[in-house]
Structures are given as structure tokens and as C-alpha cells.
């Protein structure tokens, strides 16, 4: 029989449902009660205060590295033992090093041979003959990474005279003044620092005002923030630019010993009989207009703020000699000016000290007191001389330097010699620029070598000149028509490179910074400093200059072979 199923169906629906917890509390917590407490330390008083670190930022020097060390080994751990199997190796036992080092004789052994032929091999191999190495970035063109503007340009209309950096290539000063002023001096003048190590640089750190327009300035060759100044009334001033009260000492324009016109140049040469820690081991020199150069040292005993009469004087003379005596007194006046052969001045524009006798303060050369001294005139005269600095301060008097005796001439330019520049590399080897366009290259022994004409015109004067501190054939020229000239001699003496610096005024000033190779500064007419940067091909040492600086400075005839082959220059 067949049996009937009967199957039902339920639809079911879902949906979610919210319920309140559940709360179970512990068996073994216990409730706690907080409780709010204040405390209070004992009460004190707050007084405002001041610090200041002992040395400025402008006076800051180069850092001293100290080395610390600890034991020679920690307790408890037993002497080290030499271990016989490779030479020089000093482990201790125990340790993972012993027990690898019969390993590392053997990988020695079998990798030594191989090592030994390629390294013989490299030695005979001209792979990279002339190839040198550039650590730093590679640099092309001439580029300005500063244009600094002292803020009082726009109401005094002044120039960029001078220019120069301190001891440690941190801190770049500048002069202002005006080169086209001619009598009395009614304006005002400024000194004006940056540090341009700041992440901006663009008010100057400190501005200095003096009562009459600014001429020359020189940093201290090894104190950072100690500045020599000289203006247009032939005053000379140190300062202190870390200090409050930036002036130092000065040179007193009554005294019938002071410059009687602009002063050119001023500079610091070190007295090599001096100890190293006398305070004035190193001697300020100035040159002027009136044909006057004086030396100056301040006795650490005077209070006064004022130099006392100079340790020496010179004053350049024609061959013929003058009447009377060269002592300067009040019945004298016939000594005071320098004269040539038809009676006029010869004012001294440009002055330079070679380094052939220089002092070595660290790794700087330094110009010292008993080098040659080369001085480029008003008239384009141009002339070597020494001078006799007395060690014991005497009673002043002010010595002739005689045209064709004192001081020997060279060929002149046909106009004012405005700078003179000595190599730092070749102790024969000096530089005059003059309003007449050129730029000559002399040996101190011989007549001119090689005459630079950066400008077909002769309107385009050139009012600076310096060597380059880092590389013995590089020269930089300042020009009239608004130019910064380059010179490397070794590559080329006709095709230099030029730079538009000035914006359409004349390149004034210019000073390489002696700490860092790829930079230049440049001062214009509009009273801009501009700090360049180098490409690498004016930075870097050829391979003749190595060989150059690595030959003995007593071995003349090598020397002169390097420049030769450099240059083609015979000296």
C-alpha cells in the first residue's frame, strides 16, 4: 500500500535586535575611592639675566681637534697575544677572531699575487695620464651666489674702493668712498661686514661711519676680526669689529708725521725677529698719494687712542737730491712731497710686497718686513725698493728712497699705475695695471715678460689686479668697462674669460678669498659687492702647477722650466 507524507513549510524572518548588557561583576577587585591631593614646591625667586660667549662670532678661529681615548683595555679582560700566524695582528683569546685567522692567511695568500701584478701593472699604465680628480661639483660658468648693498647707498652715492676677506674666509669687508673726488672731502665714509656663512646675507653685520671717504682696508692675517683702514684724508685706523666700540687706534692727522694725501694701500707685514707671542709681531704699512710709506706699531702701554710717530718713513724721490735734510720738522718742507725731475708729485698709487722672503703663519705665506717692496706711481712709474725697520722704537725720520738708487725703475706704463699684485708662488714674479689698458707681467731681475691688453680701447681703464692664491697662473683683472677679467696664462694669454660684474659701472675693487678657492668678490661704481663663484677650470691645480709648487724654491732652474713649459714664458 502506498503511505502518504505531508511535509509543511514555515517561512521564517530575521532581523537583528539590540539588548542591553550584561554586567558581571568581579569576585576579587575591590571598589576604589580617589582621592584629590595638591603639592606645591617651596617658593623662589626669578631675576633676569643675560650671557655672552667670551669669543664673537667675527673673532672666532679655526677649532682645535682633541683626541680621547679609552683604556688600553677593560678590566677583567685578559692581555692580548700576538698571534704568530699573520704579522701584526693582536687578538684576544677566546675570541671569534682567533679562531678565523688562519682563514684570513689563506684568502691573503691566494688574492695577494693577483693584487700585487694589477697594482705593477698600474704603474706603468698611462689610463688616466692628465686626468685629475674633481671632488666637487663640476662648474662651468661664473656664477654670483651674493650681491650685497650697504643700506646707506641710496642717500650717500658711494663706490666699492676695497675689498677684503678676514683670516678665516668667513667674514668679506668693504670700503666705501669715491676714486673721482678731487679736493676737499665733505662726504661721509663707511665700512661695512658680512658673514656669509648666515643662511641669509643681506644687511651688513656691522657698519662702521668715519668723517671722511674710505680708501684701503686689510683684514689682520690671522686675528679674524681686526681691521686696518685708511681714508682720503690719510688717516689710519684699526678697529675691533667684535667689539662695541669698533676703534682701536688711530693715526693723528696733526701730527707732522701723517700722510698728507688719500692714502692707497694699506696692509700688514709680519716681523719675522718677533716671538710668536708678541703683541706686535706684526707691523701695519701704508702708502699715499704724497709719496710717503710709513710703518706703524702701537705701544701696548699708551692708553691713548691714538698711534704714536711711525717706526720708519720713505718718501720716493727723483735722482736729483733735494735740498735740506730729509728729517721732517716744522722749518722743513722741501722733504714732505715727493718730486720727480720736472717738479711735480710723485704720489704713490699702488703698492705690493713680494713673497720671496715671506713669514709662514700656519700654511699662509705672509709678507714680512724685510721683503722687496714694488711700487706703481701716478706718472706710470714703477719701482722696486727695501726699507730698514727699525727692531727699537727711535726719534722718527723720514728716509729718501732715491729714484735709480733706493729705488730701482722698470718700464713704465703710459699712464697711473693702479695696482700691484706679488705671486704668491714665484718669488721673482709681480704684476702692474694702469689706466692705459694694460696689464704688464714682470720678473723683479728682468724686463717685462708679457703685456696684457684685456680691451681694444684705451678708454678701458683697469683699476685692480690680484693673483690667485690657489693657482700660481690664474690673474683677475677689474675694468672700466663694467668687467671682470680672468686670466689663466697656462691655457691662454690672448682669450680671457670675461664676466659682465659691475651692471654697467666700473669694476673698482676685487680680493680672492684665500681660504676658498672658488670664490672671488668684485666692488663696483654703483656700490654693490658681488661674491662669484669659480668654474672648476680656474680652481683646480694643472699638473705643471703641481710639479711647480712641488719643486724647491731654491731650484730656480726647475722652477723656470715649469713656467716655460706653463706659459712660454722665459723668465
Not at 666637487?136 to 663706490?159: I, K
Not at 718677533?274 to 702701554?301: E, H, Y
Not at 714694488?374 to 728712497?401: A, F, H, M
Request: charged content about 25%; overall charge negative; proline content about 6%.
Amino acid at each position: 500500500s502506498k503511505a502518504t507524507v505531508s511535509v509543511l513549510y514555515w517561512k521564517m524572518a530575521l532581523s537583528d535586535f539590540d539588548t542591553e548588557g550584561v554586567g558581571l561583576p568581579s569576585t576579587w577587585r575591590r571598589e576604589r575611592n580617589p582621592v584629590e591631593v595638591e603639592t606645591q614646591t617651596p617658593s623662589f625667586d626669578e631675576v633676569p639675566n643675560e650671557v655672552q660667549t667670551v669669543i664673537s662670532l667675527f673673532s672666532k678661529e679655526e677649532t682645535t681637534d682633541r683626541d680621547i681615548q679609552t683604556d688600553d683595555k677593560p678590566p677583567g679582560v685578559p692581555e692580548p697575544v700576538q698571534d704568530e700566524g699573520v704579522e701584526g695582528t693582536a687578538l684576544f683569546p677566546g675570541t671569534k677572531g682567533a679562531d678565523d685567522n688562519d682563514k684570513v692567511a689563506k684568502f691573503l695568500d691566494t688574492v695577494t699575487p693577483g693584487v700585487m701584478k694589477m697594482m705593477e701593472a698600474n704603474v706603468h699604465s698611462f689610463a688616466f695620464e692628465g686626468y685629475d680628480v674633481a671632488w666637487d661639483a663640476e662648474r662651468t660658468t661664473t656664477d654670483a651666489v651674493h650681491t650685497l648693498t650697504a643700506p646707506m647707498y641710496d642717500d650717500a652715492d658711494l663706490e666699492v674702493v676695497s675689498i677684503s676677506w678676514n683670516s678665516t674666509g668667513s667674514v668679506i669687508a668693504a670700503a666705501y668712498g669715491r676714486i673721482d673726488l678731487v679736493g676737499w672731502c665733505k662726504g661721509t665714509g663707511y665700512v661695512c661686514c658680512w658673514n656669509i656663512t648666515r643662511k641669509e646675507v643681506t644687511k651688513p653685520d656691522v657698519t662702521i661711519m668715519h668723517s671722511s671717504y674710505m680708501t684701503s682696508i686689510a683684514f689682520h692675517p690671522t686675528h679674524p676680526s681686526i681691521l686696518l683702514g685708511g681714508s682720503y684724508t690719510g688717516e689710519i685706523m684699526v678697529w675691533d669689529i667684535s667689539s662695541d666700540v669698533p676703534l682701536v687706534v688711530s693715526s693723528d692727522l696733526q701730527a707732522e708725521e701723517s700722510h698728507r694725501d688719500p692714502v692707497c694701500k694699506v696692509m700688514w707685514l709680519l716681523d719675522r725677529t718677533a716671538r710668536p707671542t708678541d703683541i706686535n709681531r706684526f707691523v701695519m704699512a701704508s702708502a699715499s698719494g704724497d709719496g710717503r710709506i710709513l710703518f706703524w706699531s702701537r705701544d701696548p702701554k699708551n692708553k691713548v687712542p691714538h698711534f704714536d710717530a711711525p717706526l720708519a718713513g720713505y718718501v720716493l724721490k727723483p735722482r736729483a737730491p733735494a735740498l735740506g735734510s730729509s728729517r721732517v720738522d716744522s722749518q722743513d718742507k722741501a722733504s714732505i712731497d715727493a718730486r720727480d725731475e720736472v717738479g711735480n708729485r710723485i704720489g704713490i698709487l699702488g703698492m705690493a710686497v713680494m713673497y720671496s722672503d715671506a713669514g709662514i703663519i700656519g700654511t699662509k705665506k705672509v709678507p714680512a718686513t724685510d721683503s722687496r717692496f714694488i711700487l706703481g706711481t701716478e706718472n706710470g712709474g714703477v719701482y722696486r725698493s727695501s726699507v730698514d725697520i727699525p727692531k727699537i722704537k727711535t726719534q722718527y725720520t723720514l728716509k729718501s728712497l732715491k729714484v735709480g738708487a733706493e729705488a730701482y725703475p722698470y718700464e713704465s706704463h703710459y699712464g697711473p699705475v693702479q695696482a700691484c699684485s706679488s705671486s704668491p708662488f714665484e718669488r721673482n714674479l709681480f704684476l702692474t695695471a694702469s689706466s692705459d689698458g694694460t696689464a704688464k707681467l714682470r720678473n723683479v731681475l728682468e724686463s717685462t715678460l708679457l703685456t696684457l691688453e684685456p680691451s681694444n680701447s684705451a678708454e678701458d681703464y683697469i683699476y685692480c689686479a690680484e693673483f690667485s692664491p690657489f693657482r700660481p697662473c690664474v690673474i683677475a683683472l677689474g675694468m672700466r668697462n663694467s668687467t671682470l677679467v680672468l686670466y689663466d696664462l697656462e691655457a691662454s694669454t690672448v682669450k680671457p674669460l670675461t664676466v659682465e660684474a659691475g651692471d654697467g659701472q666700473p669694476v673698482i675693487a676685487l680680493a680672492f678669498n684665500h681660504t676658498d678657492n672658488s670664490l672671488i668678490a668684485t666692488g663696483d661704481g654703483r656700490g654693490q659687492l658681488k661674491i662669484w663663484q669659480l668654474p672648476n677650470n680656474l680652481t683646480q691645480l694643472s699638473k705643471g702647477e703641481q710639479q711647480l709648487l712641488q719643486t724647491p724654491v731654491s731650484e730656480d732652474r726647475k722652477k723656470k722650466d715649469c713656467w716655460f713649459r706653463m706659459t712660454g714664458l722665459v723668465f
